[in-house]
């Protein structure tokens, strides 16, 4: 009996004779898994979003595959099908708005305090069509918005609660424009560009942050302190950052992202799957 699942993740590879193939992360709501799809091309269905159904699934040492004939294509649900609120959706512009408000009602630099508002206007369209990552986590159209709504969120509970002498604003600057660059990384079906091993987002996203702050007559040290929270929020060397957290603001910022992007690892792995991004299995 064929079963039919959500895409909800995707990332396409070459075997070691150069064959290539997706390996796609499925849904239902009884279960959920990883299955490697031999000889798919990178450009071709499914995507992200779309229904498959599986007429066979071979499974060796715990690993799921199947050849491109035993998956049937499906369509992209819309509202009223079972499986549609599998994947989230961007979040509306409301909650983004009032977000951002609230956040602003914290900081003191009237010279900032513009800026916020200014960014989370112009960003909201472009992170709504863009996904945070492949695979990794926030993996769908429109993941980046989730991201970094949820970074933006968490700040907003999180910096009445912290005794120490924390300059906001460029936590919140920060974070709108941590990830800026993998609008220039992705494309918005999560294929990947050039730029994402040319550049790197975290360089994209630092060097863009720079010269917009730069554009409004931000003091050099002032600017030196907001970009260095963009170049560490990855938190580590291995971990892509150019340098490490040095100050309390890139310290909360690396944790907040580490938290955003590790749960949604979690949410979206299957239970006793092994999760890369974690370095263990998940349980659920």
Not at 66 to 73: F, I, P, R
Not at 74 to 96: C, K, Q, V
Not at 204 to 213: K, Y
């Amino acid at each position: 009996m064929t079963k039919e699942f959500l895409v909800i993740g995707r990332t396409n590879g070459t075997t070691r004779r150069g064959d290539p193939y997706c390996s796609l992360k499925v849904k239902n709501l009884e279960e959920e898994f990883t299955i490697a799809i031999w000889d798919v091309a990178p450009n071709e269905a499914p995507v992200v979003g779309q229904l498959v159904l599986f007429t066979n699934i071979q499974e060796n040492e715990g690993k799921k595959s199947a050849k491109k004939l035993d998956m049937q294509l499906g369509f992209i649900p819309n509202e009223t099908h079972p499986l549609y609120n599998l994947i989230p959706r961007p979040i509306d512009r409301a909650a983004w708005d009032a977000c951002l408000q609230h956040l602003t009602d914290f900081c003191s630099d009237e010279q900032l305090k513009p800026l916020i508002k200014e960014y989370g206007d112009i960003l909201f369209k472009p992170y709504s069509q863009y996904p945070a990552a492949t695979s990794i986590h926030h993996a769908f159209k429109g993941g980046l918005l989730n991201h970094t709504y949820q970074m933006l969120h968490m700040l907003e509970g999180l910096y009445p609660c912290l005794p120490y002498s924390i300059k906001i604003e460029r936590c919140i600057l920060a974070i709108l424009f941590h990830d800026y660059g993998k609008v220039y990384e992705y494309k918005p079906d999560g294929e990947t560009r050039d730029y994402k091993y040319l550049l790197g987002h975290i360089f994209i996203s630092a060097n863009r942050l720079q010269n917009e702050l730069l554009k409004h007559n931000i003091k050099e040290e002032e600017i030196n302190f907001i970009v260095h929270i963009v170049l560490s929020h990855h938190g580590e060397l291995e971990y892509g950052s150019p340098v490490k957290p040095c100050t309390q603001e890139a310290v909360i910022v690396n944790m907040l992202d580490n938290l955003s992007a590790k749960t949604d690892v979690i949410e979206y792995t299957g239970n006793m799957e092994s999760a890369f991004a974690l370095g263990t299995h998940v349980v659920k």
